[in-house]
């Protein structure tokens, strides 16, 4: 089983419509979760953090926490081209001192 | 700029050569962060340092490889005998995660060296 799981897509969306993106993670211990947008041929970058049960909300952007059922998930809302990427899922395990990643999920918002 | 910057952005080598790529963190932060890439994964930790000391490797990180970060500045990550596997985007991420909290902290990344092994 892999540390932190995503479904690699690609999820395809239309303009303007919600995409939800879904990861799930085997260590209990976590403690932080890191949702990190990723366009071809660049490095990722941060878009949101979360470290409690529940929703934090960020602009057009959504994290969802449930550390019983260890799932974290990210939402947004009226979605555009732009947003099309790659979302990297990343969690602060407590046996190794960095973030560990999934393997992302491509989303595709169709104009 | 003041964001981590990574060079060379782009290197082709043949197998069996070594090589040598440079990260400079943003400079307030003390801790930074080797990933390894390939298409169509995510970036996959292979060692941290806090300073100058490199304090985790990954089991990913071979004998082929060595990374150091004197004076706690600049980090370099050296790639003996390269071999056609090796060929990645190679990551140098940096934090500002206080000195004894598990937290990682947000990472920022640089903009990657491709290194193409043939």
């Known amino acids: 089983q892999k540390e932190v799981e995503q479904n690699s897509g690609p999820l395809s969306v239309p303009e303007g419509a919600i995409a939800s993106l879904n990861c799930t993670y085997s260590?209990?211990?976590?403690?932080?979760f890191f949702w990190y947008r990723q366009y071809s041929g660049k490095s990722p970058e941060l878009i949101m953090f979360i470290y409690s049960n529940g929703d934090k909300e960020d602009g057009r952007f959504t994290a969802q926490l449930n550390k019983a059922s260890q799932y974290v998930s990210l939402l947004i809302r009226d979605s555009q081209p732009s947003d099309s990427a790659t979302y990297l899922c990343?969690?602060?395990?407590?046996?190794?001192?960095?973030?560990?990643f999934g393997s992302g999920t491509r989303l595709q918002v169709q104009p | 700029d003041t964001g981590v910057s990574q060079d060379p952005r782009h290197k082709i080598t043949k197998r069996g050569q070594n090589v040598t790529f440079r990260c400079d963190p943003i400079s307030e932060h003390n801790r930074l962060y080797w990933y390894r890439q390939t298409l169509g994964q995510g970036p996959e930790f292979l060692t941290y340092f806090q300073n100058e000391a490199q304090l985790e490797k990954s089991r990913l990180l071979s004998d082929r490889f060595s990374a150091e970060r004197p004076k706690g500045s600049f980090s370099t990550l050296e790639i003996q005998r390269t071999e056609q596997g090796d060929s990645a985007m190679y990551l140098c991420a940096s934090s500002s995660g206080l000195a004894g909290l598990a937290n990682t902290g947000e990472l920022f990344f640089g903009e990657g060296s491709r290194l193409t092994v043939l």
């Open positions: 260590d209990r211990g976590s403690q932080s």
């Open positions: 990343a969690v602060n395990s407590q046996f190794v001192r960095a973030l560990t």
